[in-house]
């Protein structure tokens, strides 16, 4: 039995905290916010979306840039330091730049990020720069034309390969790239892409693929694990070593060359890191989720769009932190995918 489950408390059986950091009843503490500006997106990554026939939420039931700032005011004082905006597509939403303008400066941000396809980022990059961007995560798979417009159904590798040079010249302070491998698709990919980012001193992250797929394509024999991916690139760049003082709750393991260049792993599948999960999401929609993986949301659009209701938002969002399950199941028979495929939930 893993210590989480020992330290469990009845699960939401008592009243969540009224004061303090953002815990949850199995003493996890949450410090990092998802938020998700779109569900729209301008490729379809298969293991996404489909390739047609996609849902998307409204756009008059997406929140706000104002709506977003307020959630964000509320839960940054909750201990929150960490923001991420993805979607979607996040450079699909119109103006972003304004909102990282807004959030930016807010008092406790210690860390904000974008998570971009990379298709649309050789022209916004710099207006994201200039509005307090410092931090990138560009999704890349591969640098095969062909093996590119097969996973994305669209032939953009070139556009996203200018987005990420814009970026380097530019001069981010981090871009990393995110890399999700499927097994018999993209072993040729893993030591093309370590190469390719270490010739421009960025970080890989390889992210195992998860069943969050809009057609459940996802089945485990087409996961390549994190395990497979260090054998192949210690054939062929020597031995990697995992990072003794790496941060327990960043989602990526992170592994070290002799020569001090570093690959990260997100491996929820073969290594599932519940145990120290510290994430929350928004969606574009308003749903306030504790997992990825979860089955159930809260919906703080309605307090977000009422006047006066700081209090209540406050307790919302910590009663959906106190509300997390122990973790996702995703290597059990009674595993079932969320209702909501990764692209509306904000990846
Ligand atoms: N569109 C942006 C992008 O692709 O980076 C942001 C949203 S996307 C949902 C966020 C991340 O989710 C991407 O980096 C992508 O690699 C990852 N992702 C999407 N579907 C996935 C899946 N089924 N398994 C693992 N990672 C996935
Ligand atoms: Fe779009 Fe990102 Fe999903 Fe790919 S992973 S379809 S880029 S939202």
Sequence with gaps: MSSLVQLAAPASAS???????????????????????????????FYCMPETGAEFAPVSSLLTFPEIVRFAKTALPLGIDKIRITGGEPLLRPKLPNLISALSVLPGVRDLAVTTNGVLLAETAQALYDAGLRRLNVHLDTLDRERFRRITRRDDLLRVLAGIDAAVRIGFDVIKINAVAIKGLTEPDIVSLVRFAKERDIEVRFIEFMPLDGQHLWSLDRVLTADDMIAALTEEFGPLAPVADADPRAPATEYEFADGYRVGFIASVSRPFCLNCNRLRLTADGKLRYCLFAREETDIRPLLRKEGADEALEAVIRSTVWQKWVGHEINRASFAPPQRPMYSIGG
């Design 15 to 45: 009243p969540a905290p009224v004061a303090g950091l953002l815990l949850d009843t199995f003493g996890r503490i949450h410090s990092d916010l998802r938020i998700s500006v779109t569900d729209r997106c301008n490729i379809r990554c």
